[in-house]
């Protein structure tokens, strides 16, 4: 019923800054709790950052607290990573998600996934 397109990934150097987006069509996810998540090779898909459907609270892992900042625009029709001090770890294909009700970090419990993005940081 909701269609994300994320954009934005891209090569850059560690240190470096990217800036996710992920656009929706077909429905305006200003209902849905919306994540970003990422999944490197050979590892399983995790949870990196979430908003909630006011975007008025957010949570990040660990691992991205402090670097990364997760935000919503005004409508609610998109959601952004902003992504600095990128390391080499960070690399990864990064997804946007949204589900219905309460943040979560839990991946299956997201009910809508765009195809991705990659984020390739190296030097």
């Known amino acids: 019923q909701v269609q994300l397109v994320e954009s934005g990934g891209g090569l850059v150097q560690p240190g470096g800054s990217l800036r996710l987006s992920c656009a929706a069509s077909?429905?305006?996810?200003?209902?849905?709790?919306m994540g970003w998540f990422r999944q490197a090779p050979g590892k399983e898909r995790e949870f990196v950052a979430g908003i909630t459907r006011s975007g008025s609270n957010t949570d990040y892992a660990d691992s991205v607290r402090g670097r990364f900042t997760i935000s919503r625009d005004s409508d609610k029709k998109a959601v952004y990573l902003q992504m600095n001090s990128l390391r080499p770890e960070d690399t990864a294909v990064y997804f946007c998600a949204g589900r219905l009700f309460a943040l979560t970090r839990r991946t299956d419990e997201y009910n809508y996934w765009g195809q991705g993005t990659q984020v390739t940081v190296s030097s």
């Open positions: 077909g429905r305006t996810i200003g209902t849905y709790a």
